[in-house]
């Protein structure tokens, strides 16, 4: 029974033990970042995305043909599908709002399917018409 004791009580190979969680715990958080950086980066380009939807429609002063080609082009160039939702459609006036609003879902989660869960990414922007229609 002592050297059960003695054997128990011995810190000799402590070391390893606080490795081993310690690199486990390192491989989480890099884990974890792998599965979340994405989803920020895929945000940023939506921002991106909406900003230049909207100058679009300030330089033409509508929604309308030009506005679709350009969301075309962005679709091609990023690879995002998102919903597009304008505030209006068709002819601005000269300094009236316009908005545009894009929605898309990721999955956010560790080790593919497992605690993985939806998540909604939106991005708005807003402008003003820089053209005077009669």
């Known amino acids: 029974m002592k050297k059960w004791k003695i054997a128990v009580k011995d810190i000799r190979g402590e070391g390893y033990i606080d ?10 958080v890099i884990a974890l970042a792998v599965r979340v950086l994405p ?4 945000k940023l380009q939506l921002d991106n995305f ?4 909207v100058r679009e429609a300030e330089i033409y002063g509508r929604v309308g043909a030009e506005t679709s080609e350009r969301e075309r082009m962005l ?16 002819n601005i006036q000269l300094n009236q709002e316009i908005e ?6 990721r999955n956010i989660g560790l080790f ?3 605690g993985s869960f939806p998540i909604q990414l939106k991005a708005k922007a807003s402008g003003k018409s820089e053209v005077y229609y009669r």
């Open 19 to 28: 490795v081993v969680v310690l690199v486990f715990c390192a491989m989480l």
């Open 39 to 42: 989803v920020y980066i895929t």
């Open 50 to 53: 909406a900003a230049e939807l």
């Open 75 to 90: 679709r091609e160039k990023t690879g995002l599908t998102p919903t597009v939702t304008w505030s209006r459609v068709g």
């Open 100 to 105: 545009v609003t894009l929605t898309l879902q």
């Open 112 to 114: 593919g399917n497992f």
